[in-house]
């Protein structure tokens, strides 16, 4: 059943999609959306299935899974808080999106969220720019993928993490270090940057015993010098 006061405590309103809409278009949206939290390890859409939602990303992280002939799984793409989720004017969905940790969304049926846009112009506009911006993220990723070195790929993934953490990091001090779990397992994120399990794992020992960063265990990590791993990610 749909919220009518939906948008009033949504975390990323001034950054989702609907951002582009007025207070009174917002209402009107409001009859369409309702809220779901999936757990960490649940599948939202499975590729080849009919594409029946789109949806804004409130909470967590998703990632985007494509099947290689041979049957295996490659992480294509990860989505956090206010990205779009979906594929408007698809008739079936080309990934699988998966919860790498537990997440909310507001989600929309398909085709009631496609008149909408076809009603409001900035936000098909807006659509389409992130769409566009998607697109040239994907496009530096592959230029990583090839020509970049290891560490280039730990420490420029490590840096785009922490800038995604920014609001759920914490600090002991207001200008101390900040701390964060990774999203990822190290066996997932081999598979985001094409390496393997040990190059994951060499390269964080490597971060850590120069002082970049620190493991205080599990998936946390600490960034130490951030001046440090920018300049890692950039040229090793």
């Known amino acids: ?35 779901r939290t999936i757990a960490r390890g649940q599948t939202l859409i499975w590729a080849g299935d009919e594409s029946i939602i789109c949806a804004n990303l409130l909470s967590g ?14 992480i294509v793409g990860l989505l956090y808080p206010a990205d779009f989720v979906g594929q408007p004017y698809a008739g079936q969905a080309d990934f699988t999106i998966t919860a790498l940790t537990e997440s909310e969304l507001c989600i929309f ?3 009631a969220f496609e008149r909408v846009l076809e009603d409001h112009a900035r936000m098909e506009r807006l659509l389409l720019q992130r769409t566009l911006a998607a697109l040239g993220v994907a496009r530096t990723r592959m230029l990583s993928l090839a020509r970049q070195s290891a560490q ?20 002991a001090t207001p200008d101390g270090p900040m701390t964060f779990d990774l999203p990822l ?9 094409g390496l393997t399990i040990e190059t994951v ?36």
């Not at 950054?15 to 809220?35: F, H, M, P, Q, V």
């Not at 099947?67 to 799984?73: F, H, I, N, Q, Y």
């Not at 490590?158 to 995604?164: E, G, P, Y």
Request: net charge positive; aromatic share 0%.
């Open 1 to 35: 059943m749909a919220n009518p006061d939906i948008c009033t405590d949504c975390a990323v309103r001034d950054k989702a999609l609907c951002s582009s809409l007025s207070d009174g278009e917002l209402s009107a949206l409001n009859t369409l959306g309702r809220r």
């Open 61 to 74: 992280v998703l990632k985007l899974v494509a099947a290689t002939p041979d049957g295996r799984e490659q």
């Open 109 to 111: 049926p398909r085709a």
């Open 152 to 171: 280039e790929k730990i420490a420029g993934f490590l840096v785009d993490m922490a800038l995604r953490a920014t609001a759920t990091g914490c600090r």
């Open 185 to 193: 397992t190290r066996g997932q994120i081999a598979d985001v940057l």
């Open 201 to 236: 794992s060499r390269q964080m020992t490597r971060l850590r015993t120069a002082g970049v960063i620190a493991l205080p265990g599990g998936r946390a990590i600490t960034i130490s010098d951030p001046d440090a791993l920018q300049g890692r990610a950039e040229a090793a």
